[in-house]
């Protein structure tokens, strides 16, 4: 019989987890060791051509401190590691596999990486300065306050990756690794160039001033369309007819080849959007139309195995953005309980009725509710509004809501029941009218307990996603109206 050996480090699966074995390179001056494979190995210390270092392959080693100096680690593969506050200065790296490894604090100076593979890493706080990236595939990893600095590359290097505030100094790129990844932004390049094709084959280079969506020709990718409007405008703040199309589930299908890929797609767009979301880059309303995009792929339980495994997959991202659509409707919750009557709003524009009504037509259609009146309110002017239909006092807050970055939605709250209009009053109002009740969508599923400690509850319920948030609160807008909103709302009243 055949003992399983994947995903153990090479060890029969069951078997306990060997013994960590410290090496102080320091203290020796031989060769390591005479297998090929090292597993679960601690390395300090300075590498010497003497340890062969490039002779092994590691598995669940830490490099802890490691300072490595004109070594060949050509075809070196290392795989389930750690790399803390290490140093590599002409290294060969050529031909190396490095997979499911995380890097943190460490710099690469003057490192060959032609034909290297790095898949599924980790990056927080690398610094790459005149690196050889010729040939390089670094795809689906994550790369957190990295920086480049002088590196050379051949060809697009970077595929399906996060990045996150990482600074690109004198290098060059090809338009398409600004599409292929999620994150990079034109504002943390410093005379970089970017040019339409190979360095080994005919290409021109491109002005950053003459960029824009078209420049980049995809049109029929969704997804790459979301990382150029990223990179050119710096946050996801933004929206049209391109950014609508990006939400739009029917869209996604058509690209998708095969469930697995779009599985990681989609984990490496939520990753990026919540990213975004935390740096107040995107407003909540983005994040409630993926969050329901997710909704309908669990929803949807296909027969086929393949499907199925899809399912469950999206079921893990659907759970992780239901804490922060939690946090957009416990606020909802809170200002819809503490507001009057009418809504009472900061605006910008003249003391002007028409100039409102104007400029925010589609919302007051929408959400059934009129400009009341227009208050002088020392810069900005108060705008109120008033509902005239069933709930539009609520979906309107909703709407309101939904255009707010994450700072300001954790702000609003504050928004308290003006002097005139108490608790009382609007409670009496709702019992004698036969306007029907506001929905009831605050029996949450998952998310923050309502106790002082504010700690995290996951609850059975948000597995089986019955109904779309989106709908309810009527949500399914286009993003070019949330736009308009934040460019005419300042913030809500206290």
């Given at each position: 019989?055949?003992?399983?050996l994947s ?8 078997e ?62 290392i ?21 499911e ?11 060959d ?9 980790e ?62 932004k ?7 160039r ?26 029929d ?41 779009l ?75 503490n ?13 002007s ?24 309110h020392?810069?900005?002017?108060e705008?109120i ?26 702000a ?23 306007v ?41 807008v ?5 736009r ?11």
């Amino acid at each position: 019989m055949t003992s399983d050996l994947s995903n153990t480090g090479g060890r029969p699966f069951g078997e306990p987890v060997p013994t960590v074995m410290v090496i102080d390179l320091d203290s020796t001056s031989n060769h390591l060791q005479t297998s090929t494979d090292l597993v679960n190995y601690t390395l300090r210390g300075k590498v010497l051509p003497a340890h062969r270092l490039g002779h092994h392959n590691f598995l669940s080693c830490v490099f802890d401190k490691v300072i490595a100096e004109d070594i060949d680690l050509s075809r070196c593969d290392i795989k389930d590691s750690l790399m803390k506050d290490c140093r590599f200065v002409r290294c060969k790296i050529n031909s190396a596999s490095h997979a499911e490894t995380a890097y943190v604090r460490s710099v690469f100076e003057e490192c060959d990486f032609k034909d290297a593979a790095l898949t599924n890493c980790e990056f927080r706080e690398v610094l790459f300065v005149r690196c050889h990236l010729s040939n390089l595939l670094t795809k689906g990893c994550r790369l957190y306050d990295c920086a480049f600095v002088d590196c050379i590359t051949e060809t697009h290097v970077f595929e399906s990756n996060v990045f996150l505030r990482c600074d690109f100094t004198r290098c060059e790129l090809e338009l398409r690794t600004i599409a292929s990844n999620f994150g990079l932004k034109a504002q943390l390049m410093t005379d970089c160039r970017l040019r339409d094709g190979r360095l080994t084959e005919p290409h021109q280079f491109v002005e950053f001033a003459t960029l824009d969506s078209n420049t980049f020709g995809n049109r029929d990718n969704p997804l790459a369309s979301l990382s150029v409007r990223y990179f050119l405008d710096g946050n996801l703040l933004g929206g049209n007819r391109e950014v609508d199309h990006v939400f739009d589930v029917k869209n996604w299908i058509q690209f998708a080849r095969q469930p697995a890929s779009l599985t990681q797609l989609v984990e490496q767009l939520t990753e990026f959007l919540i990213n975004t979301y935390e740096n107040d880059e995107v407003n909540v309303h983005k994040i409630l139309l993926l969050h329901d995009i997710t909704r309908q792929i669990v929803s949807d339980r296909g027969g086929e195995a393949a499907t199925h495994r899809a399912s469950i997959s999206f079921g893990g991202i659907h759970l992780a953005l239901s804490r922060f659509v939690e946090e957009y409707l416990a606020t909802l919750q809170e200002v819809t309980r503490n507001s009057p009557q009418s809504i009472h709003l900061l605006a910008d524009g003249p003391l002007s009725r028409s100039f409102f009504e104007e400029h925010l037509r589609e919302f007051l259609v929408h959400c059934d509710v009129v400009v009341s009146d227009v208050r002088p309110h020392n810069s900005p002017v108060e705008l109120i509004l008033s509902e005239i239909g069933p709930n539009g006092r609520f979906y309107a807050l909703a709407l309101l809501l939904a255009s707010f970055v994450r700072f300001e939605l954790r702000a609003a709250p504050a928004a308290k029941v003006r002097i005139g209009h108490s608790r009382k009053k609007n409670k009496q109002r709702s019992k004698s009218s036969s306007v029907p009740a506001v929905p009831e969508f605050f029996e949450i599923t998952c998310g923050l307990s309502s106790d002082e400690q504010r700690a995290y509850e996951l609850r059975i319920k948000s597995i089986l996603p019955t109904t779309s948030i989106v709908v309810d609160l009527r949500l399914a807008v286009s993003t070019r109206l949330i736009r308009n909103l934040r460019e005419v709302i300042i913030r809500l009243l206290k």
